[in-house]
């Protein structure tokens, strides 16, 4: 799953929102969550329907993350991971699921209005 940052809410009545991005050398460096895609059927309010879903798959926060949310982040694969999530065993697409190392990761905005340009 494509994506250029994503947020996490801290607290409420008013939240803070937090925009976590990559390191590099563009503004919001485009990165892959790890994620799931399969065609779904499901019975609909005018009977049998179907449509493409998906999921993002999370993992435990690392440590710039956590004092935000404490319990997990998205995975985030590195480039050379992308072949192994594709087209790897379900062992081999299990090692990616792993905390994105914080050093390579930084808070892109802060603030109280969740509506402020993520770009995720």
């Known amino acids: 799953m494509p994506a250029s940052s994503f947020c996490e809410a801290k607290g409420r009545s008013p939240a803070t929102y937090f925009w976590f991005g990559l390191r590099g050398d563009e503004p919001r460096p485009p990165f892959a969550f790890a994620g799931l895609w399969t065609h ?8 049998q329907d179907e449509c493409e879903t998906y ?3 999370t993992t435990t926060a690392n440590d710039l993350v956590r004092p935000v949310h404490p319990e997990r982040m998205p995975v985030i694969l590195q480039p050379d991971d992308y072949q ?7 062992g081999e697409a299990h090692d990616l699921l792993r905390p ?3 050093d390579a990761m930084h ?5 109280e209005d969740e509506r402020q340009d993520g770009g995720a």
């Open 84 to 90: 192994q999530w594709l087209e790897g065993s379900a």
């Open 40 to 47: 779904s059927r499901y019975d609909g309010l005018n009977g």
């Open 100 to 102: 994105f190392p914080e």
């Open 55 to 57: 999921t993002m798959i």
């Open 107 to 111: 808070i892109v905005k802060k603030g």
